[in-house]
């Protein structure tokens, strides 16, 4: 199982949120280049970055910022947040970053994102289904769309889609263990999806036991920078994935 560090950005600095809930923020650090070349020097090769700043509000604003960790890291990025447009795709992808993770445009515009997956193929894009209740919410989680989850994904492998994130939003931020039983039931309905576990990660343990549920990644924040894993943790568990 792969294991993904996540950097929140908010105002070009590293931070993460409580149940999505931006009025809970808590800033770790002013420079998310540092944050990026730590997670690299500990032995991590991938990185998720959300653009908070542009998934709540409507273009992109922290570009420059994966520009930099682009030119100081070798890390595989993933971005999203605020991606709304084929401008937004080039403009990440000129960035530097090799892949997109893309949510509320798949519910808003599907034709939109029908044609990105022609143009610049189902490889290069990371879907992501935000969930409350079992529930997909979009644009920084505010929105409800009375989509089940499980019709979310489905319309997604039928898209010829393999690998998503799904982030179950009463348990980011909260510290408290992943939502490992709904992703086995996902695993179950959909044996062949790479399915990367995201939110209430607290714990060394949580990281094996989304690893025995049959989890391709894990996407991994706050439990990091609060000291619930370790970089020993870290080194451990990349022995074992």
Same mark, same amino acid.
């Given at each position: 199982?792969?294991?993904?560090?996540?950097?929140?950005?908010?105002?070009?600095?590293?931070?993460?949120?409580?149940?999505?809930?931006?009025?809970?923020?808590?800033?770790?650090?002013?420079?998310?280049?540092?944050?990026?070349?730590?997670?690299?020097?500990?032995?991590?090769?991938?990185?998720?970055?959300?653009?908070?700043?542009?998934?709540?509000?409507?273009?992109?604003?922290?570009?420059?910022?994966?520009?930099?960790?682009?030119?100081?890291?070798? #890390?595989?990025?993933?971005?999203? !947040? @605020? =991606?709304?447009?084929?401008? *937004?795709?080039? +403009?990440?992808?000129? $960035? &530097?970053?090799?892949?997109?993770?893309?949510?509320?445009?798949?519910?808003?515009?599907?034709?939109?994102?029908?044609?990105?997956?022609?143009?610049?193929?189902?490889?290069?894009?990371?879907?992501?289904?935000?969930?409350?209740?079992?529930?997909?919410?979009?644009?920084?989680?505010?929105?409800?769309?009375?989509?089940?989850?499980?019709?979310?994904?489905?319309?997604?492998?039928?898209?010829?889609?393999?690998?998503?994130?799904?982030?179950?939003?009463?348990?980011?931020?909260?510290?408290?263990?992943?939502?490992?039983?709904?992703?086995?039931?996902?695993?179950?309905?959909?044996?062949? #999806?790479?399915?990367?576990?995201? !939110? @209430? =990660?607290?714990?060394?343990? *949580?990281?094996? +036991?989304?690893?025995? $549920? &049959?989890?391709?990644?894990?996407?991994?924040?706050?439990?990091?920078?609060?000291?619930?894993?370790?970089?020993?943790?870290?080194?451990?568990?990349?022995?074992?994935?």
């Amino acid at each position: 199982m792969e294991l993904i560090p996540a950097i929140d950005i908010i105002e070009g600095k590293c931070v993460r949120l409580s149940k999505g809930d931006f009025t809970k923020k808590v800033v770790y650090s002013d420079d998310p280049v540092d944050v990026a070349k730590r997670f690299e020097d500990i032995g991590l090769r991938r990185l998720h970055i959300v653009d908070l700043d542009g998934a709540a509000g409507e273009s992109l604003k922290n570009l420059r910022t994966l520009e930099n960790i682009c030119v100081h890291t070798s #890390l595989f990025i993933d971005f999203g !947040g @605020g =991606i709304r447009t084929t401008g *937004d795709v080039k +403009a990440v992808f000129n $960035a &530097g970053a090799p892949m997109i993770s893309v949510g509320s445009v798949i519910v808003k515009n599907p034709a939109l994102f029908k044609e990105w997956l022609g143009e610049f193929g189902a490889e290069k894009f990371f879907p992501g289904a935000d969930v409350f209740n079992n529930q997909v919410k979009i644009h920084g989680w505010k929105e409800n769309t009375g989509i089940d989850i499980f019709q979310f994904i489905r319309e997604l492998v039928g898209l010829n889609i393999d690998k998503i994130f799904c982030t179950d939003i009463s348990k980011d931020g909260m510290l408290q263990g992943p939502s490992t039983e709904l992703y086995r039931e996902i695993l179950k309905e959909f044996p062949l #999806l790479h399915l990367n576990a995201s !939110g @209430g =990660i607290s714990c060394y343990n *949580d990281l094996l +036991a989304l690893k025995q $549920a &049959g989890c391709s990644g894990a996407i991994m924040g706050k439990a990091f920078y609060e000291g619930k894993i370790t970089v020993q943790d870290i080194h451990d568990f990349l022995k074992v994935a």
